[in-house]
C-alpha cells in the first residue's frame, strides 16, 4: 500500500505519446482523457520566430518533411503532417502551435502544463510565450522548465513569479547552487540520474524544490520512484501509471 501523501503526481510526456503521435492535439486529449495531473510538451521556434510543438531539432523523425524546426516558417510547418509516422489512423494530425496549446488546456480543467522550452531562448521570444500564458490566466496551472540554465534565466528575468524547473540529465558539482541562482521550483532529473546517485533525491528535498523524474515507463520503475518519495513521475504511459497507482494505493 502506498501512503496518499507519497503518490507522485503523473506527467504524461509529450502528452499520451504511447497511444497518439507525440506532441499533437491528439496526444494532449489523449493525456487528459488518460487521468495526467500534467502534460508534459517541448517548444521550438520557427524560421518565422513562432513558438511551435515539437522536440527535435529537425521535422525528420515526426512529420512527412525534412529539416530543421528554426529553418522552416510557421506556414511550411504547419503543412506538414505530424500524425501518419505513427498510425494512419493520425493522418493529419498538424504541429501544433503554441496558442493552440494555450487554447486546449483553457478548454480542459484539471490539467497543468509542464512546458520544456528547448534550446536557448531570446528574450522577446520568452516574453511571447509568457504573455500568452498571462492572458488565458494560468499562471497557477503552468511550470517553465529547460536543460539550458540561460534560458530559465531568461523566464526568470521577463516573469519572477512564473514557477520554473531546471532539467539536468548529469549532477555537476554545484547543482543546488546552479537551482539557487536561478531561483526554480523544481530541478527534474532523469531516472538512472537518481539511480547512480542515491542521495541526491534527498538533498533536493532538503533544499526545498521538487523532484519530477523523466521518463519511466515500466512498473518497477515507478515502483522505486514512488517508494523513493518523487514528486511526479514523467511518463509515456500516464494510463497504465495511473492504474498501477490505483492498483497500489489501496
Known sequence: MTPASTIPRIIAHRGNSSVAPQNTLAALEAAWRAGADSIEIDLQLSADGAAVVIHDETVDATTNGSGA???????????LDAGSWFSAAYAGQRIP?????????????????????????????????????RTAGLDSR??????????????????PGLRRGLLVGEAGE????LCTELGVMACNPHGELLRAHPGLLATLHGAGLQVMVWTANEPEQWAALTAAGVDAIITDRPDALRGWLSAHST
Open 69 to 79: 524546426v528554426d529553418d522552416l516558417d510557421l506556414a511550411e510547418l504547419r503543412r
Open 97 to 133: 502551435t503554441f496558442a493552440e496549446a494555450i487554447a486546449f488546456l483553457e478548454a480542459r480543467r484539471g490539467v497543468d502544463l509542464l512546458l520544456e522550452l528547448k534550446g536557448d531562448w531570446p528574450v522577446d521570444a520568452a516574453r511571447g510565450v509568457v504573455d500568452l500564458i
Open 142 to 159: 503552468v511550470v517553465l522548465q529547460s536543460f539550458s540554465p540561460a534560458t530559465v534565466a531568461v523566464l526568470a528575468a521577463v516573469a
Open 174 to 177: 554545484d547543482l543546488l547552487g
